[in-house]
């Protein structure tokens, strides 16, 4: 949802993004942990007049930045860069935007990356393409039950298979899918194959 929302609001499409802001909240509020509102911050800034979208913005990053998920808040950053760049605060633009590039960069978002570079040029600043960081060094960081549950997830087990196998919650299985995903910079469980070889055992 909050990709649509991102979507129509870059299309200028504000009915359908308040739309779809709409039926974000309403899966939103009963949350009882930062990500939630931090992408509900995100998008209603996105549709915000001008005035209101400063403060989004910076209650989405502050969000977003106590969860482990580090492509939503990388994500954050770039949209308030671009917001701000085009607000003419360059400085601050750029400040935004450099964190973004870098996080992108590093989780190996290249599109997303691509987009902060270009919005550093259009502030006069000139940022290096990086290399996207291996995806057998990002899964060094996996825990020991993030490894046994990207990989079952990999072969194809669904949730509730995974957690039967594990003994665990299916809640506990889509936590560790969540870091997961978030540490090797992908968004999908059908991404596994291409991104990851996770030892067996």
């Known amino acids: ?67 482990q998920l580090r492509p939503e808040l990388a994500r954050a950053n770039l949209l308030y860069g671009e917001w701000l760049r085009r607000q003419g605060r360059r400085s601050q633009a750029r400040e935004r935007l450099h964190t973004a590039h870098e996080l992108l960069s590093v989780i190996g978002m290249e599109a997303f990356a691509e987009r902060a570079r270009g919005e550093l040029a259009a502030t006069g600043e000139t940022v290096r393409r990086r290399a996207p960081r291996a995806a057998a060094a990002a899964s060094h960081e996996l825990t ?52 990851l070889s996770v030892p067996e055992g």
Not at 13 to 22: G, I, K, R, S
Not at 38 to 51: C, I, K, N, P
Not at 171 to 185: E, S
Request: glycine share 8%; proline share 4%; charged share 25%.
């Open 1 to 67: 949802m909050p990709e649509l929302i991102e979507a129509a609001a870059r299309s200028r499409d504000m009915p359908a993004a308040v739309d779809a802001l709409q039926r974000l909240t309403e899966t939103t509020q009963p949350g009882g942990t930062d990500l939630a509102p931090g992408l509900e911050a995100r998008s209603r800034a996105l549709v915000a007049v001008d005035g209101a979208a400063d403060g989004l913005y910076q209650e989405a990053i502050d969000r977003l930045g106590r969860t």
């Open 144 to 195: 020991a039950q993030e490894a046994q549950v990207a990989r079952l997830a990999r072969d194809g087990l669904s949730n509730p298979e995974i957690g039967a196998r594990l003994f665990i919650s299916t809640h506990t299985v889509q936590y560790h899918l969540t870091k997961v995903f978030a540490k090797l910079g992908i968004s999908s469980r059908n991404q596994l194959h291409r991104v």
